[in-house]
Each structure stands twice: as structure tokens, then as C-alpha cells.
């Protein structure tokens, strides 16, 4: 079964940066579609930036320019390098992987941005 462990949240100033990064096990990982998602309290869950297991990427309007989003398909490992960040990017993000009906999320981790 596949799974899928986040790291790197924590709390940082309006401005600031943090690289989260998600890797998987018991997946063929490369062939995977990637993204994170975040959900903060009182709404849905939405998507911030994914990546194709080509390495097409996607993001959310409110991240361009600030976000990246990168793959290393040895590690088995998607990071999300978050700049210039903003209060309203506070929230618990998540790691999705998706691969026809096969459809695994990690257990989130906070990201909190103090003004």
C-alpha cells in the first residue's frame, strides 16, 4: 500500500521561506502524478501545485511566482520550495500522488505564517 510522509512546515514570518518535501513508498513512485494541496480551517481542500511524472507542472493562481515545485523520482521525493510567503498561505499541507484510480495523500503538515 502506498504511503506518503510530509516534512517541513513549521512557523515563519509574513516574507519568509520553507521547502516542504513529501516522500513515497510502496509506489512506482515515477510514474506517479504529484501535488500538494492545503486546507485551512473552514474550507476545502485545494491545489497548490502538482507535477506530471513528466515534470509538467501546474499551480494555483495565488502561487505563481512564489512556489516551485520539483521532483527527484531516485529519492522518491516531491518538495514544494515556498517563497515570499503570506499569512493567507497558512495551512495544513498536504502530499497527494495519483495514478489512475490509485489516489494516496500524506498526513499534512502545518505551515503557519505570523505578520
Known amino acids: 500500500q502506498g504511503q506518503l510522509v510530509e516534512s517541513g512546515g513549521g512557523l515563519v514570518q509574513a516574507g519568509g521561506s520553507l521547502r516542504l518535501s513529501c516522500v513515497g513508498s510502496?509506489?512506482?513512485?515515477?510514474?506517479?502524478?504529484m501535488g500538494w494541496y492545503r486546507q485551512a480551517p473552514g474550507e476545502q481542500r485545494s491545489l497548490v501545485a502538482s507535477?506530471?511524472?513528466?515534470?509538467?507542472?501546474n499551480f494555483a493562481d495565488s502561487v505563481k511566482g512564489r512556489f516551485t515545485i520539483s521532483r527527484d523520482n531516485t529519492k522518491k521525493m516531491v518538495s514544494l520550495q515556498m517563497n515570499t510567503l503570506k499569512t493567507e498561505d497558512t495551512a495544513v499541507y498536504y502530499c497527494?500522488?495519483?495514478?489512475?484510480?490509485?489516489?494516496?495523500w500524506g498526513q499534512g503538515t502545518q505551515v503557519t505564517v505570523s505578520s
Open positions: 510502496g509506489i512506482a513512485f515515477m510514474f506517479y502524478d
Open positions: 497527494n500522488a495519483r495514478l489512475g484510480h490509485n489516489d494516496f
Open positions: 507535477i506530471t511524472g513528466g515534470g509538467r507542472t
